[in-house]
């Protein structure tokens, strides 16, 4: 299974961006899928997830900014990152799990102040 990341950038304070994470299979078989993010400081942190019945989790820092969906027709998840904050900076991996844990490369989100 690959899972490529994209959709990171720079952008300002205040500013969205919306990351993807298209698998190589069908993400049905997926039990859940998330995103987390290693930051400047190399802290880890679980930002978001989804279960293959499309319940959502976030942690409290993204909670009400972040939004987590799965689109089974495309492969693929998103996160929707609105209203960020510099603390937000890092590499976005997504992640997915069937049993087996897969996880893709990052993609680089750095917003300014």
């Known amino acids: 299974v690959q899972l490529q990341a994209s959709g990171g950038g720079l952008v300002q304070a205040g500013g969205s961006l919306r990351l993807s994470c298209a698998a190589s299979?069908?993400?049905?078989?997926?039990?859940?899928m998330g995103w987390y993010r290693q930051g400047p400081g190399n802290q880890r942190e679980l930002v978001a997830d989804?279960?293959?019945?499309?319940?959502?989790s976030y942690a409290d820092s993204v909670k009400g900014r972040f939004t987590c969906s799965r689109d089974n027709a495309k492969n693929t998840m998103y996160l929707q990152m609105n209203n960020l904050v510099p603390h937000d900076t890092g590499v976005y991996y997504c992640?997915?799990?069937?049993?087996?844990?897969?996880r893709g490369r990052g993609t680089l989100v750095t917003v300014s102040s």
């Open positions: 299979e069908n993400i049905i078989s997926f039990n859940a």
């Open positions: 989804i279960t293959s019945g499309g319940r959502t």
């Open positions: 992640f997915a799990e069937s049993g087996s844990y897969y």
